[in-house]
């Protein structure tokens, strides 16, 4: 589908006809009635960062006392217990881009958590971490992956794209490493055999075209991926947040509008398997809606996240209400870890 092809569709077509043209290719993709979700633990390295982004309530400035925190290895520790407990197996790590930390700092912390939790996942650092950490040490995305992977780091999350358009991402986080740096990242950890996922932040000071621009981007990303490696395994977009943020106010996105997006999403991105519906900004509602417009994933429940929620999203969800929510929308839940590898849900109470 050419860009012109996708906008026409996307500002065109009628939404019940949309959805069904991307339902068809989410059978075609990932055939059959289950839905699956996952139990992970997002939690901030450091909420100290150099970038500024306007639309983020979360970071601070490095002397900010009060206010700047690093986590510590208890209160990992204390976390990641939990998450084991609720049957978890994933700590989907990020942080600020801090003005010290560089390669070590993150070696340290992996190895220390996968030394205590040798079962655990690692889903860690979105592009503009590894793109700040090779500055800082003045070392290539590839020995920085490389070095992070000895260390324990199994995959990347797709953080920090917001829209890849340097004109709307020079606006929105003038410090972040640009359009450029976040795909480079992302094929040579594509290059290096790591899974990693991909996201659009939409609804702000982009337009459709440039929404458009953003997935195929990211389609022909997934064309250079090396032949029997997963690339980009899934694909979350999400409506910008901007409650009591420095931008200024923007109409906030129709659940209509959001049902599109995911649609388009699911017929552009023809090489990207999985596309995940984001409850956690939009709603259970909307989310169960986008099932039926080629949404195929619910995420994670979500046990801890900070930077959305400060922002405006407060929706919460637990595993049952998740598999509920699937179920009631006419499908059967499936517990999955990052890979997409079915899992067995299972609560540990003591
Ligand atoms: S969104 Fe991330 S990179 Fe931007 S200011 Fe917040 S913590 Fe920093």
Redesign the pocket.
């Known amino acids: 589908m050419t860009e012109d092809e996708a906008l026409f569709l996307y500002e065109q077509a009628p939404v019940n006809e949309l959805m069904a043209l991307a339902d068809k290719s989410r059978q075609q993709h990932v055939p059959g009635n289950g839905v699956s979700w996952q139990i992970d633990r997002n939690v901030n390295i450091t909420?100290v960062?150099?970038?500024?982004?306007l639309?983020?309530n979360?970071?601070c400035k490095i002397h900010e006392t009060g206010k700047a925190f690093t986590t510590s290895i208890d209160d990992y520790c204390r976390k990641i217990d939990e998450l084991f407990a609720l049957g978890g197996d994933q700590l989907l790590l990020?942080?600020?881009?801090h003005p010290h930390y560089g390669l070590d700092f993150y070696t340290v912390l992996f190895r220390e958590l996968k030394q205590r939790y040798p079962e655990l996942k690692l889903h860690a650092l979105g592009p503009?971490e590894v793109a700040h950490i090779a500055r800082l040490e003045k070392m290539s995305y590839k020995e920085v992956l490389l070095t992070l992977r000895e260390a324990g780091l199994d995959s990347l999350p797709g953080?920090?794209a917001e829209i890849l358009i340097d004109r709307v991402r020079k606006q929105l986080?003038p410090?972040?490493p640009d359009s450029q740096a976040w795909l480079d990242v992302m094929r040579e950890a594509h290059q290096l055999g790591f899974t990693t996922s991909a996201t659009m932040v939409f609804g702000h000071i982009e337009t459709k075209r440039e929404r458009i621009q953003h997935l195929i981007k990211l389609r022909d990303l997934q064309r250079e991926k090396p032949a029997g490696t997963t690339g980009f395994l899934s694909f979350i977009c999400w409506p910008m947040q901007t409650k009591d943020t420095q931008l200024p106010p923007v109409p906030s996105v129709s659940p209509v509008e959001y049902v599109k997006t995911i649609a388009i999403s699911r017929l552009v991105l023809d090489n990207i398997p999985n596309i995940q519906a984001s409850w956690l900004t939009v709603g259970r509602e909307t989310a169960q809606v986008c099932l039926h417009a080629g949404a195929n994933d619910l995420g994670s429940i979500m046990i801890e996240e900070h930077?959305v929620s400060s922002a405006g999203a407060h929706h919460r969800m637990g595993a049952e209400e998740m598999q509920q929510t699937i179920r009631e929308a006419g499908f059967e839940p499936w517990l999955r870890d990052q890979q997409y590898n079915s899992r067995q849900y299972a609560v540990n109470h003591n």
Do not use: M, T
């Open positions: 909420n960062c150099i970038s500024g982004c639309f983020c979360f970071h990020q942080g600020g881009l503009p953080a920090g986080s410090g972040k930077v």
